[in-house]
C-alpha cells in the first residue's frame, strides 16, 4: 500500500466522527419531534403528506399496530413495483423501447427493492425503463431506508418509555425520516455527484463509434438521482449493469470517496442519535465503537490477503476484477464498506478478492449486518446483539439482567433469539438446497470451493438484505429468482418484526435506578463483551459453511492451485 492509500483511510474514518455527532444530533431532534434548520422549508411538505394520505401523525400505535402499519405499507410498495416491472412495455418513459420484465424476475426484483436488498439479477440499462427505474426504485430506495429508520426509532422508545403503551406513529416516522434526513441528503450528493460527470437526463441510448472504429450504444438517463440515494440509503442497486464500477456512476476519485462516505454516514450517525434520544451518548458510542472495531478489523485482515504474495499467479496486489482508476485500496476499502453496512454496491468484483478477502465481505453479511448495518436495520439488529450481551453477562454475574434500567426477560430473548436465527436458517438451508440440486449447481461460473462460494455469498447478500454479488453465479434463473426472494423476505421481516415485538414488551416496563450489581454497559468491558457475543454467534453458525467455501480455497491458494 502506498502512502496516500493509508491517507485515505485514515481521512475516510477521521471525518466520520464529526459527521456522526452533527448528523446523529440533527436526526435525534427531528424524531424527537424539535425544530430544525430545515423545519420552516420542509415541515409543510410534511404536512401535505399527512393530509394527503388521511394520517393523524399525533395518534400512537401500540407495537401491533405499528408492525400492521409498516407491513401494509410494504407489500404495496412491492406490489407497485411489481406491477411496474410487468407492464412498462406499455407505460411512457421507455424511449429503449424495452417489455416488459417476467413473473419470476419481476417477483425478485420488487422484493430485492422493498426489503432495502436491491440484489439486481438483471442488467438496469437494458431491462428496466426510466419510469421504473424512477417511480419503482428510486421511490423504494427511499422508503424502505426510511423503513429501517422508523423500526430502531420505536424500537428507541420502547426502551427509553417508561410504563408506556404505545411506540410511536409508524406513518410519522416514515415521513419524517424521509422528508428531513433522506432527501436533502440525497439531493445534496446528487447534485454533486452530477458535478463531477455522474450522468442525469431522460436521452435515449447514444451511438458512438470508438477509437477502433466499433459501434457502441453508450447508455442515457436519470442516474445521479438513484445513485446518490442508493449509498445514503444503503441500498447498493446500481443504474447500471456493472454498479459503481461505470464511469457514469463513479467517473471520478471524488466520486468513489463520496459514495464509499455516504454509505457509512447514516448508520454510523443512528448510533449518537439512539443515544441522545436514551439520554446517553455514551451508550451510543459503546455501539459505535462495536461496530467501527469491528469494520477496522475486518478490513485490515481484507488488505492484508489482497497485498500478499499469491503463489497461483507469482504476484502481489491482483488487479483481476478492478478498477484501474480506483486500485487495491479503494477497492478493498469499498467492500469492506458495503458488506459491512448492508449496501450492497460495489465498485470491484467481489469473486475477484483473495479466498480470505472476500471471506470476510461474505462474514461481515453473516455477523447479522450489525457492523454499521443498513440504515436503521444495523443499528436495530445490533441492540438485539446488545440484549443477548446484557442476558448473557447476568448469566454469569447471576443477577436478572438489565438493561437503560428495565429487566431483560423471557420475552425479549425469545424475540432476540428468532431474530437472530431465522436470517442464519435461510441463508444454511437454501444454500444447502442449492448445491445438491442440478438448478442450483448450473449457474456456477466456476468449481470446488469457489464455486460453493458464489452459491453461499448469493443466499448470505439476499437474506442478509446487502445485495451485493460475488460474480460469476447466474441468479437469473425462476430457481434463484424465487428461493433469493424468499430470502430476502425472511431476512427483513424476520428481524423488523421481533424487533418491534421487543419494543412492545419493553415499552410498559418500569425503569429501576443502577445498583451495585447493575453491569455497566457503557464501559471498555461491554464493548469487548459485545463484540465477543456477535463473534462467537457468527463463527458457531456459519464457520462450517465458510470451510467449504474461502476458508479451504485460501489453504489450497497457498498450495498453488485456484479454481
Known amino acids: 500500500m502506498t502512502t496516500l492509500e493509508v491517507l485515505q483511510i485514515v481521512v475516510y474514518f477521521g471525518l466520520l466522527v464529526p459527521c456522526v455527532m452533527v448528523l446523529g444530533g440533527y436526526m435525534a431532534r427531528v424524531f424527537s419531534g424539535e425544530r430544525t434548520l430545515l423545519s420552516g422549508v420542509l415541515s409543510p411538505l410534511e404536512k401535505g403528506l399527512y393530509?394527503?394520505?388521511?394520517?393523524?401523525?399525533?395518534?400512537?400505535?401500540?407495537?401491533?399496530?405499528?408492525?400492521?402499519?409498516?407491513?401494509?405499507?410494504?407489500?404495496?410498495?412491492?406490489?407497485?413495483?411489481?406491477?411496474?416491472?410487468?407492464?412498462?412495455?406499455?407505460?411512457?418513459?421507455n424511449p429503449a423501447g424495452l417489455s416488459g420484465v417476467e413473473p419470476a424476475l419481476a417477483f425478485n426484483t420488487a422484493t430485492s427493492f422493498m426489503t432495502n436488498t436491491n440484489w439486481q439479477a438483471y442488467a438496469g440499462e437494458t431491462t428496466l425503463s426510466y419510469l421504473t427505474q424512477m417511480m419503482g426504485l428510486t421511490v423504494q430506495n427511499f422508503v424502505s431506508a426510511a423503513t429501517g429508520i422508523a423500526v430502531v426509532i420505536a424500537l428507541t422508545r420502547g426502551l427509553v418509555r417508561k410504563t408506556a403503551a404505545t411506540i410511536g406513529n409508524f406513518w410519522s416516522d416514515l415521513v419524517r425520516a424521509t422528508v428531513y434526513v433522506?432527501?436533502?441528503?440525497?439531493?445534496?450528493?446528487?447534485?454533486?455527484?452530477?458535478?463531477?460527470?455522474?450522468?442525469?437526463?431522460?436521452?435515449?441510448?447514444?451511438?458512438?463509434?470508438?477509437?477502433?472504429?466499433?459501434?457502441?450504444?453508450?447508455?442515457?438517463?436519470?442516474?445521479?438521482?438513484?445513485?446518490?440515494?442508493?449509498?445514503?440509503?444503503?441500498?447498493?442497486?446500481?443504474?447500471?449493469?456493472?454498479n459503481s464500477t461505470h464511469p457514469y456512476e463513479n467517473p471520478t476519485p471524488l466520486s468513489n470517496f463520496l459514495e464509499m462516505f455516504a454509505i457509512l454516514l447514516i448508520p454510523a450517525a443512528l448510533t449518537y442519535t439512539y443515544g441522545k434520544m436514551v439520554g446517553s451518548t455514551r451508550q451510543g458510542w459503546v455501539i459505535?465503537?462495536?461496530?467501527?472495531?469491528?469494520?477496522?478489523?475486518?478490513?485490515?485482515?481484507?488488505?492484508?490477503?489482497?497485498?500478499?504474495?499469491?503463489?497461483?499467479?507469482?504476484?502481489?496486489?491482483?488487479m483481476e476484477g478492478k478498477e484501474t482508476r480506483f486500485g487495491i485500496a479503494n477497492s478493498i476499502l469499498w467492500g469492506a464498506a458495503t458488506t459491512a453496512a448492508s449496501n450492497g454496491s460495489v465498485n470491484a468484483m467481489h469473486s475477484s478478492f483473495s479466498p480470505l478477502a472476500g471471506g470476510?465481505?461474505?462474514?461481515?453479511?453473516?455477523?447479522?449486518?450489525?457492523?454499521?448495518?443498513?440504515?436503521?436495520?444495523?443499528?436495530?439488529?445490533?441492540?438485539?446483539?446488545v440484549i443477548l450481551t446484557v442476558f448473557i453477562a447476568g448469566l454469569m454475574v447471576g443477577r436478572t439482567p438489565e438493561y437503560l434500567g428495565k429487566k431483560i426477560e423471557a420475552r425479549e430473548i425469545k424475540m432476540a433469539i428468532v431474530a437472530v436465527l431465522l436470517p442464519s436458517a435461510a441463508i444454511l438451508l437454501l444454500t444447502a438446497l442449492a448445491a445438491v440440486s442440478e438448478a442450483g449447481l448450473s449457474s456456477r461460473a466456476n468449481s470446488g470451493p469457489h464455486g460453493f462460494s458464489e452459491i453461499l455469498y448469493a443466499f448470505t447478500s439476499a437474506?442478509?438484505?446487502?445485495?451485493?454479488?460475488?460474480?460469476?453465479?447466474?441468479?437469473?434463473?425462476?430457481?434463484?429468482?424465487?428461493?433469493?426472494?424468499?430470502?430476502?423476505?425472511?431476512?427483513?421481516?424476520?428481524?423488523?418484526?421481533?424487533?418491534?415485538?421487543?419494543?412492545?414488551?419493553?415499552?410498559?416496563?418500569?425503569?429501576?435506578?443502577?445498583?451495585?450489581?447493575?453491569?455497566?454497559?457503557?464501559?471498555?468491558?461491554?464493548?469487548?463483551?459485545?463484540?465477543?457475543?456477535?463473534?462467537?454467534?457468527?463463527?458457531?453458525?456459519f464457520l462450517p459453511a465458510l470451510a467449504?467455501?474461502?476458508?479451504?480455497?485460501?489453504?489450497?491458494?497457498?498450495?498453488?492451485?485456484?479454481?
Do not use: C, H
Open 51 to 93: 393530509r394527503l394520505a388521511g394520517v393523524d401523525a399525533n395518534e400512537e400505535q401500540n407495537w401491533r399496530q405499528y408492525a400492521l402499519a409498516l407491513m401494509v405499507f410494504n407489500v404495496l410498495g412491492f406490489g407497485v413495483v411489481f406491477g411496474l416491472q410487468v407492464l412498462q412495455g406499455a407505460l411512457p418513459l
Open 182 to 242: 433522506l432527501l436533502p441528503l440525497a439531493l445534496a450528493l446528487a447534485v454533486v455527484l452530477v458535478s463531477q460527470g455522474v450522468i442525469q437526463n431522460f436521452g435515449a441510448p447514444v451511438e458512438v463509434q470508438t477509437l477502433t472504429g466499433e459501434t457502441q450504444m453508450l447508455p442515457q438517463g436519470p442516474a445521479a438521482g438513484q445513485i446518490a440515494i442508493k449509498q445514503l440509503g444503503t441500498n447498493g442497486g446500481g443504474y447500471f449493469n456493472a
Open 288 to 318: 459505535f465503537g462495536a461496530m467501527l472495531a469491528l469494520l477496522v478489523g475486518g478490513l485490515v485482515v481484507m488488505l492484508a490477503a489482497e497485498t500478499s504474495p499469491n503463489p497461483v499467479f507469482g504476484v502481489n496486489a491482483l
Open 360 to 385: 470476510i465481505a461474505m462474514l461481515n453479511i453473516m455477523l447479522g449486518e450489525v457492523v454499521f448495518g443498513g440504515v436503521g436495520a444495523g443499528l436495530y439488529g445490533m441492540l438485539i446483539f
Open 463 to 541: 437474506a442478509g438484505n446487502n445485495g451485493s454479488a460475488f460474480a460469476g453465479l447466474n441468479a437469473n434463473t425462476p430457481f434463484y429468482n424465487l428461493l433469493l426472494g424468499m430470502a430476502m423476505w425472511i431476512g427483513r421481516f424476520g428481524v423488523i418484526l421481533p424487533a418491534l415485538a421487543i419494543a412492545g414488551s419493553m415499552v410498559s416496563k418500569k425503569a429501576a435506578p443502577p445498583s451495585p450489581g447493575t453491569f455497566p454497559t457503557t464501559s471498555m468491558l461491554f464493548v469487548g463483551l459485545l463484540i465477543a457475543v456477535i463473534l462467537i454467534v457468527g463463527a458457531l453458525t
Open 548 to 563: 467449504l467455501g474461502p476458508i479451504v480455497e485460501q489453504l489450497l491458494m497457498n498450495a498453488g492451485r485456484a479454481f
